[in-house]
């Protein structure tokens, strides 16, 4: 039987498992990458841990969140991660240097490669044809250590495409907003999407990695292109060719579903607020004033996008009550557009240039005002991730933005009578590392720098016995990591401090949680209850460590988005599903929830009974832990799981 290219990446790293779908499988990882906004914790993890320097091949600290340095906390956390990189083996990527996936993908993405990233988008360097997937700090933590990296086998979807885009209007962005708009942001959980068909080699890297980054938003594991010509082609222009391999499917590979895309047949599209699957024709909602657009990105930030914006801006002006935000994607990207004369066409026509990072995409900084539309070519359109909950966030491609800067309403690019640019990806592009700091050959004598901001990593005991906790919250479908733990400009310089990050945990829908959880916290502990997809969106761990700090034990939901059902096992919290949804019903907020015999059921894989005390039902949960999870919970989490081996290693 032939093999699909996720089968075949996955067979080269096996440590562990048999690639049967749901089953655990381990892996061995040849990159770990962090960002500093999860990175912090990440690295801090890593110290706590206890080894000399990391043990994956490759280890790179990106700076690219926590760019606004309003007080002392982000530049101390840069510091920081500069130290900990040189001190612990890993490369550095200054502030400045770009969005750490368009970074990864230009300068050490290879085909073929197995990659983990504390971020949600890392799936970005899928369009070099590596498997690449979010994890929480922790996660990247202890795979740095040299442990494997254990996930269960997801199923494999094949988006099978045809034709070639109608170019320049219609864009990469436009095949995933179709694949949103027809599977939800539901529609990949538990599932990895590997791209073929003839349609595949119309399109650049850069373009595969707009797609394969916002597969993130499906909910996927991650997504991956085939790794041919056209990726030789780029690896030669970023001049590294000799890392291409060819990596295809065989021709009677075999899929557990799939999707086709006829590319020819796409139309410019739009996600509505608040929710990127809200997608719908721009057509359809054409002649909407609009007061603010943002260009740029880990999703649509590539050189050739950024020159097509440049093209329609030139000799033009941002219409008058527009405010039109650019954040390019790295430094690359950033000098290549100046050097060709397109940044004086982004400022000419009015754009307000930003520096490479990520800028407006999560709250830092850009806010749009009240009552705003903002169309913007990110990748994200939750209710108040812009940093203003009463604004309204549309998520369109590069150009049709900047047609709309242009013409200060929502306009279908087509219909705009403005004369676009077809930009391929360049033959070379400009290289220029300096702000890559490379790892030293010797950490021992290195001395990390932690500023006031950076404090200890609390731990949790381990499993009790018993549990009876009231339900501190009750909330619906799809609630968002953004809405456990919200970013933007105030909250996330916290990331280096949980006990004051904590008190932001929900605070967006119910501003008394933190005081009522830590209330709760004193007399056994508190739940959460939520419906399905529970923690869709980012890979930030502190959704699960700052509620655990809180005293959370447990939530209890209808289904999990991966990446968060992971945190909270490895914060240990218990991640139960009910058995019968139905039951969803009959529990409500404030109720006390008991579960006796706890540590006996997690150890057995067994289905709790739970009691809600005041009415006096009973009602079913399940898990599905794999047996380490079951490990990591008994114990309380991954950090004093592992600092248990390793001392019982030391002591053996
Ligand atoms: C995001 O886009 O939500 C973030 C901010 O990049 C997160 C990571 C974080 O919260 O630090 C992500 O996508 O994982
Ligand atoms: Fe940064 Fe936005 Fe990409 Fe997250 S989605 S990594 S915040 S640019």
């Known amino acids: 039987m032939g093999k699909n290219i996720v089968q075949k990446i996955f067979e080269e790293h096996l440590v562990e498992g048999r690639l049967e779908k749901g089953s655990p499988i381990t892996l061995r990882v040849d990159e770990v990458y962090t960002q500093d906004a999860t990175g912090t914790m990440a690295w801090l993890q890593f110290e706590a841990i206890g080894i000399e320097r990391v043990k994956v091949p490759l280890s790179v600290s990106y700076v690219d969140h926590n760019m606004i340095q309003s007080n002392f906390r982000n530049p101390d956390d840069h510091v920081f991660l500069q130290t900990a990189a040189k001190r612990f083996g890993a490369y550095f990527s200054r502030p400045g240097n770009g969005i750490c996936h368009q970074i990864n993908l230009e300068r050490f993405a290879r085909p073929g490669w197995i990659g983990l990233g504390t971020d949600s988008h890392t799936p970005t360097n899928g369009g070099i044809g590596m498997i690449a997937m979010g994890v929480g700090g922790l996660d990247a933590a202890t795979v740095m250590a040299g442990m494997p990296y254990e996930i269960k086998m997801p199923e494999v979807v094949l988006v099978r495409l045809t034709g070639k885009l109608n170019r320049p209007y219609v864009t ?132 050739p996008v950024m020159k097509t914006v440049a093209s329609v801006l030139r000799g033009r002006k941002v219409a008058e009550h527009v405010s039109l935000h650019i954040n390019p994607g790295s430094k ?138 009231e339900v501190i919250l009750k909330v619906g479908d799809n609630i968002t990591t953004d809405d456990i733990m919200p970013a933007g ?41 939520g419906g399905e997809n529970y923690g869709q969106g980012s890979s930030r761990e502190h959704a699960a460590m700052a509620p655990m700090y809180l005293g959370i034990k447990a939530v209890i939901a209808k289904s999990f988005a991966r990446i968060h059902r992971a945190n909270l096992i490895n914060f240990g919290i218990l991640p139960l599903r009910f ?25 057995e894989g067994g289905e709790f009974l739970a009691r809600i005390k005041e009415k006096g039902i009973e009602i079913w949960l399940t898990t599905d832990l794999s047996e380490r999870e079951r490990n990591l919970i008994l114990a309380g989490g991954l950090l004093p799981y592992v600092k248990k081996a390793i001392s019982e290693a030391k002591d053996a």
């Not at 608040?274 to 909602?285: F, G, T």
Request: proline fraction near 6%.
């Open 172 to 303: 990469a962005m436009d095949v995933i907003l179709e694949l949103l708009r027809r599977l939800t942001v539901k529609g990949g959980v538990g599932r990895i999407f590997e791209y073929g068909g003839p349609g595949v080699e119309d399109l650049t890297v850069t373009e595969r990695a707009t797609i394969t980054n916002m597969g993130a938003e499906l909910g996927a594991t991650t997504s991956v292109f085939p790794s041919d010509e056209v990726t030789r082609a780029f690896l030669r222009a970023q001049g590294r060719e000799e890392h291409w391999r060819e990596i295809k499917a065989d021709e009677d590979a075999e899929y557990d579903m799939v999707v086709d895309i006829d590319l020819s047949g796409l139309e410019p599209l739009i996600a509505q607020p608040h929710s990127p699957d809200n997608v719908v024709p721009i057509r359809e909602i054409a002649g909407k004033r609009i007061n603010q657009v943002c260009i740029g990105s880990c999703t649509n930030s590539s050189y």
């Open 489 to 529: 400009a105030q909250v996330l310089p916290l990331r280096s401090n949980i006990p004051e990050i904590s008190k932001y945990v929900y605070s967006q829908i119910d501003p008394t949680f933190s005081e009522r959880a830590l209330k709760a916290k004193a007399l056994g502990g508190g739940i959460i209850v």
């Open 332 to 469: 690359q990207v950033y000098e290549m557009l100046a050097r060709d004369g397109s940044l004086a066409d982004m400022i000419g026509a009015g754009a307000r240039m930003l520096e490479a990072g990520c800028g407006p995409c999560i709250g830092m900084g850009g806010s749009p005002g009240t009552g705003h539309i903002s169309i913007r070519s990110y990748n994200r359109n939750f209710r108040g991730r812009c940093g203003n909950k009463d604004a309204f966030v549309y998520l369109a491609s590069p150009v049709s933005c900047a047609v709309m800067a242009v013409k200060g309403e929502i306009v279908d690019p087509r219909e705009a009578g403005i004369e676009i640019e077809i930009v391929r990806e360049p033959e070379e592009f400009l290289i220029n590392d300096n702000m890559i700091v490379p790892p030293g050959e010797d950490g021992a004598s290195v001395e990390i720098v932690k500023g006031p901001n950076i404090k200890e990593v609390p731990l949790k005991e381990p499993l009790s016995e018993r549990l009876e906790a």
């Open 579 to 603: 058995k019968d949804p139905a039951d969803y019903d009959n529990i409500k907020q404030g109720d006390s929830v008991v579960i006796e015999g706890l540590t006996e059921t997690v150890r």
